[in-house]
């Protein structure tokens, strides 16, 4: 139980375009979604979280405007790169957890590999 | 401005011996500790994880030792085998749920 499952695993765009990553729990229903990037032999980054009809809370530096995080459901969340860079270029993984755990368990998705031409 | 240390940054370590990796924090408030394994390409998945009141938990050939007072914890891999070989990632998160990352170890088990 407890599957993350992201899409797409990689991705290349150019320079100025936007992609959207999905992030999708399988078999239950996150309340709590969050964003992390990884960057190569770096830890993890956390980004922004997000509640489920709700307006997600980005980390500090992180510019709002440039990563669009959307929880419209309790099995998806999905982050919008608008007008990537080459310096968008990570790891983006996502992870949820739900309100009844009797945990703080996240758990993780496999990661999308952004690349900006 | 790193919440969570760790170290060692990296360990090689002889098939069936035990792999020792060590954090640190700062924060009394919080108040659960997973560890995850990543994979090259691939996401963190959970290993183990404890609460700080208890002092040690094992599960299978992974324990976690949670020292209190100290405010440190470490992950002993006991008969580490060439699978193991990975990126290791302490963690901490208070009651907001939100998870403060440590470095990372690499670790690679020699056959």
């Known amino acids: 139980g407890a599957v993350v499952s992201q899409h797409p695993s990689w991705v290349i765009c150019k320079s100025g375009t936007s992609v959207k990553i999905e992030c999708r729990s399988l078999?239950?229903?996150?309340?709590?979604m969050f964003w992390y990037r990884q960057f190569p032999k770096q830890s993890l980054m956390l980004m922004a979280t997000?509640?489920?009809?709700?307006?997600?809370?980005?980390e500090q530096g992180v510019e709002k405007d440039k990563f669009l995080i959307n929880h419209a459901s309790l099995t998806l969340s999905t982050l919008t790169v608008t007008s990537a860079h080459p310096e968008d270029s990570s790891f983006y993984i996502c992870?949820?957890?739900?309100?009844?755990?009797?945990?703080?368990?996240?758990?993780f998705g496999p990661g999308t590999r952004l690349t900006v031409l | 401005q790193q919440q969570v240390k760790q170290s060692p940054q990296s360990l090689i370590v002889q098939k069936g011996g035990i792999s020792i990796i060590n954090c640190a924090y700062e924060?009394?408030?919080?108040?659960?500790f997973p560890w995850y394994q990543q994979f090259p390409g691939k996401g963190p998945a959970l290993l183990i994880a404890?609460?700080?009141?208890?002092s040690e938990k094992k599960e299978g050939r992974f324990t976690i030792s949670f020292n209190k007072s100290a405010k440190q914890f470490s992950l002993h891999i006991m008969d580490s085998q060439p699978g193991d070989s990975a990126t290791y990632f302490c963690?901490?998160?208070?009651?907001?749920?939100?998870?403060?990352f440590g470095a990372g170890t690499q670790v690679v088990v020699t056959p």
């Open positions: 963690a901490a998160s208070d009651s907001w749920g939100k998870l403060q």
């Open positions: 992870s949820a957890s739900w309100a009844s755990s009797s945990t703080d368990t996240q758990y």
């Open positions: 924060n009394t408030a919080f108040d659960y």
């Open positions: 997000s509640n489920e009809g709700s307006k997600a809370t980005y």
């Open positions: 404890i609460r700080p009141d208890v």
């Open positions: 078999d239950f229903q996150a309340t709590t």
